[in-house]
């Protein structure tokens, strides 16, 4: 088990690796000069000779990419031995060449808003979305079924950017039932906090909903054939037992894996809702930085969100473990 | 005084969108306690689905089941779902044929032993336990007390179908349904499986129906033989009757098709011509017929009319439903038939 944790971490880390390296190429690839972007509009060659040599883009490639990841684990120092030095922390990102923040203290700002949309979201889609689909596959063929799976169809055909768009016309800017949405500290002001995260909530569980809502359905209609089911009937066990226990506890593995990936993938940047609704958290920063080419946020952002994909790919495994004992960690 | 278990005139069919399948068409029988019947057909005669009919497992599918289904005198086919499910695994429990299949992966083999032993028990977890331990210690599970908070994947085949009849018998059921309980099994280990059945019948006088396409399974265990074909019976008899004076042409086949080790290792091997029919367009007149050696002997009845259930020459006990006059029967076995087994 704990060497399984470790080659898992380690292979994270390669890849981890590997999407720095990838991403910080863009650096290079792209026809962009860092210098001349962070120098903003008023900029002269001198300007820019200058700053080159501050963000050492002077330096070669590896030089430069050994510097930034040494950065992320000890910290760097920029312009060292001059009046001006420049002391980044571990985990060192970089600066924005935007707002000259540090990237790690954006991240640091802006992760709370989106865990509150990627948390409160879940837990609602969850709720609706298995509930809907137990319904669906305990009524099989009845009204409530093609009910509950029409709606599911049409959700999930729907898109963010229609569906946040028409709530927040509704609700919103029509009935005023609701502040426009943004966010609040949930330790300071909590109520604010839910009321400005309800439009952002619904909107995300209510597409994500739908799909949970097919993939509970269809689990659970296809263990009802299983024989342990039968057998669990001919022991004499109730129906809402049976049902409960056995046939939810054997579809449930499937929805748990597509659970933590969705929530690994929003946690990193709940990239679509944040821009619709115009929160500011990790998505909005990231949509941000490329549309200013900010490179060093976008650099940060991309591997703090592979960060997130890949340890929710270990729990998923682990949780894997837990959850089928024929799943032996070796 | 009635039979311990009466069934009379089930039929049970399925609507399905190429017509309606006739699974189990007019079928009676009785069984007594601590009697074993042995059931005996290829696939899709109508053995399982007799079997779950006897459970009430029907109830709540799309299945038609009409007839009488009286166990103790209760009526399980009238019954309604809630009172049938009180009976099961407590009466009534059922052993199945793919023990990995039919233990949930996901909970230990004690967890489904102490579940059946709860639903019908009011006990603590403790003694549930303990009355699982005990069972699986009956059964023949070694370490039970280990043993028992593992999962079935840990089991080997032979221990999960013992496993499988620990949780059965936890109730003291007073019938129990094997479906095809050593198919999926070794020979040395379905031996084991058949001994085990054997003595846990002499302990609690269990009536058992044993369903099997294996006639050397029935063989030792059975006391009576019910042999199905096209969801009818064709045969019923006792053990003796029906494997060593078979009266109808499919029994015959059947015996004609055991392989036997002293036979000549360069004759193919018998075999009944044809595949079963479909249950949606049987036959007509005797469902048999199309694969029937002997029809040319009766002429136009075979595929005309369906041929009652009547006894046999060799008393009331022994029931046949077979066009062929019984004395031309006879000859046919003793000439044709019985020199070849």
Request: glycine share 8%; with cysteine; aromatic share 8%.
């Amino acid at each position: 088990m704990f060497s399984y944790l470790l080659r898992r971490l380690v292979s994270g880390t390669v890849v981890l690796g590997i999407v720095s390296a990838i991403v910080f190429g863009i650096f290079f690839i792209l026809p962009a000069d860092p210098a001349r972007l962070s120098c903003g509009k008023t900029c002269s060659e001198e300007l820019i000779v200058k700053i080159r040599h501050t963000l050492e883009l002077d330096q070669t490639l590896p030089v430069q990419y050994g510097r930034f990841i040494k950065g992320i684990f000890v910290g760097r120092t920029y312009l060292k031995g001059t009046p001006a030095e420049l002391n980044c922390t571990a985990p060192c990102l970089g600066y924005s060449f935007q707002t000259d923040q540090p990237v790690t203290a954006l991240l640091k700002d802006r992760l709370p808003a989106t865990a509150s949309i990627a948390f409160g979201a879940s837990i609602l889609w969850l709720l609706i979305g298995l509930s809907s689909g137990i319904v669906s596959a305990l009524r099989r063929g009845t009204w409530i079924d093609k009910f509950s799976q029409g709606v599911a169809l049409g959700a999930a055909s729907l898109q963010i950017y229609f569906v946040g768009l028409v709530l927040q016309f509704i609700f919103v800017n029509k009935l005023a039932w609701l502040p426009a949405p943004g966010y609040s500290s949930p330790l300071h002001y909590p109520v604010d906090w839910v009321k400005q995260m309800a439009l952002p909530w619904i909107t995300l569980a209510f597409l994500l909903s739908a799909i949970y809502s097919r993939l509970t359905r269809a689990g659970m209609i296809e263990i009802m054939g299983e024989d342990y089911v039968r057998t669990a009937r001919a022991k004499g066990l109730s129906n809402r037992t049976i049902n409960m226990k056995h046939v939810l506890r054997g579809a449930i593995t499937p929805i748990v894996t597509v659970f933590g990936l969705d929530l690994g993938g929003l946690l990193g940047g709940a990239v679509i809702t944040e821009y619709v609704f115009n929160i500011p958290g990790l998505g909005k920063l990231s949509t941000d930085a490329v549309a200013n080419l900010d490179l060093p946020v976008i650099t940060g952002t991309v591997i703090f969100s592979a960060v997130f994909i890949i340890v929710a790919n270990i729990l998923v495994d682990l949780l894997y473990a837990v959850l089928d004992p024929k799943v032996r960690i070796q | 005084m009635s039979a311990f278990l009466e069934v009379k005139d089930l039929c049970v069919s399925f609507p399905t969108e190429d017509g309606v399948v006739r699974a189990v068409d007019n079928l009676s029988f009785t069984l007594e306690k601590g009697k074993t019947l042995g059931i005996v057909g290829e696939s899709g005669s109508g053995k399982s689905v007799t079997s779950l009919a006897i459970l009430g497992l029907h109830k709540g599918s799309s299945a038609h089941v009409t007839g009488e289904i009286l166990i103790d005198g209760q009526d399980i086919n009238a019954m309604a779902e809630n009172e049938v499910q009180s009976l099961r695994g407590n009466l009534m429990s059922m052993i199945f044929q793919d023990a990995l299949a039919a233990l949930h992966p996901y909970y230990t083999v004690g967890n489904q032993i102490e579940e059946a032993y709860l639903v019908h028990n009011k006990v603590s977890k403790a003694v549930a336990k303990k009355r699982a331990i005990e069972m699986l210690d009956r059964v023949g599970i070694p370490d039970p007390h280990k043993r028992v908070d593992d999962y079935p994947h840990q089991f080997s085949g032979g221990m999960r179908q013992r496993a499988m009849i620990a949780m059965a018998l936890s109730c003291n059921p007073s019938l129990l349904i094997a479906d095809e309980p050593t198919t999926a099994l070794d020979v040395t280990v379905q031996a084991q499986i058949i001994d085990l059945l054997r003595d846990l019948q002499k302990e609690f006088n269990t009536a058992i129906i044993l369903i099997t396409h294996d006639l050397g399974v029935v063989s030792e265990t059975a006391d009576d033989i019910l042999l199905m074909y096209a969801g009818k019976e064709i045969e019923f008899g006792t053990v003796r009757e029906i494997l060593q004076k078979p009266h109808h042409p499919y029994a015959w086949g059947l015996l004609s098709s055991i392989p036997r080790l002293t036979g000549n290792p360069d004759k193919a091997l018998a075999a009944i011509p044809g595949t079963p029919p479909s249950l949606i367009s049987v036959p007509s007149g005797c469902a048999f017929h199309p694969r029937c050696s002997y029809v040319s002997r009766v002429g136009q009845a075979c595929s005309a009319s369906i041929p009652e259930l009547a006894p046999t020459s060799a008393g009331a006990h022994h029931l046949v439903r077979c066009h062929l006059d019984s004395t031309i029967r006879e000859n046919i076995f003793n000439s044709e038939v019985a020199p070849n087994l």
